[in-house]
């Protein structure tokens, strides 16, 4: 593609140098760049990423022969001047992948927790009803079967459009997206065409970057507010709220998309009656505007509820049959890092959950102390250079429900891992029924734990989920809560 192509994307610019030249790939990391690449400035948002402007003489001397800037750079190479580069790398990358949105079905999914969950029960359903699927999200990327590993959950423009691109040269009829409040801040999803647009749920999360829980829900409404304004009878639109969810009426508000309503407590389109939570799964009678049909699952959990409900709504939009939905959820047994079981045939329970903000964690335990036939012991810590206000809260929600709390590191990243415990341990009930211990190191905060358990006890590792990594001050290590809880179990036997 021509660099003069991608220049007349734009009304207002100003260019330098020779528009003629080929364009090979669009990057806005200096790191990744390749021969004959086009180099994307985006500006820096301080704490989370770096003004790219400040790489320009790296990415040339990796093959970058143009770029795109907010502000003129000493270097000589062809220039196209915007006034948005976060704007400009999102249509770019659209354009130059062929708008690969327009020739598949996406389901966007945004809110606090449950997005993963909902991810692969849709995912699962769709698939098992014989539709070709892909997922981007927290888990990875999933094209043609196959999962792909990512950093960050809503990836930007270029990965996110090529990965769109790939999937569907490859067929893909659906693709399931996880859309973070980040994501939608730094417009990686701008110019993706979605069909359907989920929301699970909003409580405290992200404050770090967002500043406050406002601004927070209104940029999760932008992914309601981009739908059905062009809306016709062969391209609908739709969007799924959580109608047990006080934002939602906001999110109905700003949307123009045909609404549906899923939930439990408040009248709902699609909705569970007869909730019945055991150690091995969930029943309820699903009822809906396509019937009613009894679900059974094997996911833990009342939340889960929630998480299927959403699911269901998306699959009966595409005319899923509810026969067809009840066989797929019978069928999936946990979602890596969601409520997972570690089993090595020990006589007590070890689960990992990605939970990270005190709903998520409430959540959990709240689910745990319903069947918990013995003690609950609960491992957990919280981010470094992340919202620092959920701390001593997510520390009284632990003490509330666990006869044992450890406190360790998750990901301190740049902060004193000892900052973060003794903030966390504020909010801990402090209470003679209460145990509770501090313990830096999260290999020996789990293995503590771990051994302390008796028969029927319960341990909950909470935080890192699915994550194979632990990020310090200085370097990103290999730590797997999986691994080590399955390690320390071995032994312990």
């Known amino acids: 593609m021509k660099l003069r192509e991608i220049a007349d994307l734009f009304l207002v610019k100003e260019t330098t140098g020779n528009l003629d030249i080929e364009i090979t790939g669009i990057q806005m990391d200096s790191r990744k760049i390749q021969p004959g690449n086009l180099f994307v400035c985006v500006p820096g948002i301080k704490g989370f990423l770096e003004d790219r402007h400040l790489f320009v003489d790296d990415a040339i001397k990796n093959g970058a022969v143009a770029l795109v800037l907010e502000r003129d750079v000493d270097v000589d190479v062809p220039k196209i001047f915007v006034k948005d580069a976060r704007h400009a790398l999102a249509v770019i990358a659209t354009h130059f992948y062929n708008y690969p949105s327009h020739e598949m079905k996406l389901i966007g999914i945004t809110g606090t927790n449950g997005k993963t969950t909902t991810s692969y029960i849709i995912e699962r359903i769709l698939n098992d009803y014989g539709l070709k699927t892909g997922v981007m999200g927290n888990n990875g990327v999933l094209i043609d079967q196959k999962v792909y590993p990512t950093d960050i959950n809503t990836q930007e423009p270029p990965i996110l459009q090529h990965n769109l691109r790939k999937m569907r040269d490859l067929n893909t009829e659906y693709c399931v997206m996880e859309v973070s409040s980040q994501g939608l801040d730094m417009k990686r999803v701008l110019g993706v065409n979605f069909k359907t647009a989920i929301f699970t749920n909003l409580t405290i999360d992200h404050l770090d970057y967002h500043g406050n829980f406002e601004e927070y829900r209104f940029i999760k409404g932008l992914l309601f507010t981009r739908l059905g304004n062009a809306d016709n009878s062969l391209d609908k639109k739709y969007v799924i709220l959580n109608a047990d969810d006080p934002n939602s009426s906001y999110f109905q508000k700003v949307t123009t998309a045909e609404v549906i309503t899923y939930g439990i407590n408040n009248t709902a389109d699609v909705s569970a009656q007869n909730i019945r939570v055991t150690p091995k799964g969930i029943q309820f009678l699903l009822k809906s505007f396509k019937g009613d049909i009894d679900i059974e699952m094997q996911l833990i959990g009342c939340f889960n509820v929630y998480n299927a409900l959403a699911g269901i709504t998306a699959a009966i939009i595409e005319d899923v049959p509810l026969q067809n939905i009840k066989s797929s959820l019978s069928k999936i047994k946990s979602v890596r890092g969601r409520m997972e079981v570690v089993d090595e045939g020990?006589?007590?329970?070890?689960?990992?959950?990605?939970?990270?903000?005190?709903?998520?964690?409430?959540?959990?335990?709240?689910?745990?102390?319903?069947?918990?036939?013995?003690?609950?012991?609960?491992?957990?810590?919280?981010?470094?250079?992340?919202?620092?206000?959920?701390?001593?809260?997510?520390?009284?929600?632990?003490?509330?429900?666990?006869?044992?709390?450890?406190?360790?590191?998750?990901?301190?990243?740049?902060?004193?891992?000892?900052?973060?415990?003794?903030?966390?341990?504020?909010?801990?009930?402090?209470?003679?029924?209460?145990?509770?211990?501090?313990?830096?190191?999260?290999?020996?905060?789990?293995?503590?734990?771990?051994?302390?358990?008796?028969?029927?006890?319960?341990?909950?590792?909470?935080?890192?989920?699915?994550?194979?990594?632990?990020?310090?001050?200085?370097?990103?290590?290999?730590?797997?809560?999986?691994?080590?809880?399955?390690?320390v179990i071995v032994k312990k036997a």
């Not at 990992?352 to 689910?367: F, R, S």
């Not at 990243?413 to 973060?420: A, G, L």
């Open 346 to 487: 020990q006589d007590y329970l070890v689960l990992i959950d990605y939970a990270h903000t005190p709903d998520a964690l409430e959540n959990v335990l709240k689910t745990v102390k319903e069947f918990s036939k013995g003690k609950i012991i609960t491992v957990f810590g919280c981010g470094g250079d992340r919202d620092k206000t959920k701390r001593p809260i997510m520390g009284e929600i632990a003490s509330k429900y666990s006869d044992m709390v450890i406190v360790t590191s998750d990901n301190p990243r740049s902060e004193n891992p000892v900052k973060i415990i003794k903030e966390i341990e504020s909010g801990i009930i402090k209470s003679s029924l209460i145990e509770y211990e501090l313990i830096v190191d999260r290999e020996d905060a789990i293995t503590k734990a771990i051994n302390m358990a008796s028969s029927n006890d319960v341990v909950i590792i909470a935080g890192k989920g699915h994550e194979t990594y632990q990020i310090l001050k200085d370097k990103t290590i290999h730590f797997d809560d999986r691994e080590v809880a399955r390690k």
